[in-house]
């Protein structure tokens, strides 16, 4: 009984500490880190027809749904679907490996 306490105390100390970790989403961590909006986006279409900005700086890559200003889902017909377009891996001297 008292090792299931330890346990459940160590487990609740654990989650509360990772609750303190605030990380700065919008840099990019890698060797020749920067600030994301120095990179260059491209838009990939989802199989829906959908937008989402793409982009690659040859060993990350960034995904997010385009949204308009109301928070609805951006379907602009830029691409056919599974086609991503646009300077997405530019940015960054890296060159993608694949």
């Given at each position: 009984?008292?090792?299931?306490?330890?346990?459940?105390?160590?487990?609740?100390?654990?989650?509360?500490?990772?609750?303190?970790?605030?990380?700065?989403?919008?840099?990019?961590?890698?060797?020749?880190?920067?600030?994301?909006?120095?990179?260059?986006?491209?838009?990939?279409?989802?199989?829906?027809?959908?937008?989402?900005?793409?982009?690659?700086?040859?060993?990350?890559?960034?995904?997010?749904?385009?949204?308009?200003k109301y928070?609805k889902p951006?379907?602009?017909?830029?691409?056919?679907?599974?086609?991503?377009?646009?300077?997405?891996?530019?940015?960054?001297?890296?060159?993608?490996?694949?």
């Amino acid at each position: 009984m008292k090792l299931m306490r330890g346990l459940l105390l160590v487990g609740a100390v654990a989650a509360v500490a990772a609750c303190d970790n605030k990380v700065d989403k919008t840099v990019d961590r890698g060797w020749d880190a920067k600030h994301l909006s120095q990179l260059k986006a491209g838009i990939w279409v989802d199989p829906n027809g959908c937008d989402h900005w793409i982009i690659d700086d040859g060993f990350e890559g960034y995904l997010s749904q385009r949204l308009d200003k109301y928070g609805k889902p951006v379907c602009s017909g830029v691409a056919p679907p599974g086609v991503a377009t646009g300077p997405f891996k530019q940015g960054s001297p890296v060159k993608d490996q694949i």
